[in-house]
């Protein structure tokens, strides 16, 4: 059963950095491309950020690029999301799936950026 949980996340003011955790459990992990998603309140899932099982491709949303890092550990089977220079449009609960949004959800982590 896949079991995804999220961690990492907090209040933090704009132009700072949060680093998000995936820790993922319950299928092949390294075989599995992976992706981060967030939900602001009022509007839809979308996804950030994305990233092959090697590591070897990353691709982001517009919104983030140059600003968030994804990165993963197939040893430990987690996933990372380095998120700097923050902007209040960034809050949002932060999940993470595989590459297409399929499996199940976890419960997010919160991300509140403000002064």
């Known amino acids: 059963q896949v079991q995804l949980v999220e961690s990492g996340g907090g209040l933090v003011q704009p132009g700072g950095s949060l680093r998000l955790s995936c820790a993922a459990s319950g299928f092949s992990f390294r075989s599995n491309a992976m992706s981060w998603w967030r939900q602001a309140p009022g509007k839809e899932r979308e996804w950030v950020a994305r990233i092959t099982p090697s590591s070897a491709t990353t691709i982001y949303a517009d919104s983030v690029k140059g600003r968030f890092t994804i990165s993963r550990d197939n040893a430990k089977n987690l996933m990372y999301l380095q998120m700097d220079s923050l902007k209040p449009e960034d809050t949002a609960a932060y999940y993470c799936?595989?590459?297409?949004?399929?499996?199940?959800w976890g419960q997010g982590t919160q991300v509140t950026v403000s002064s």
């Open positions: 799936n595989n590459w297409g949004g399929t499996w199940s």
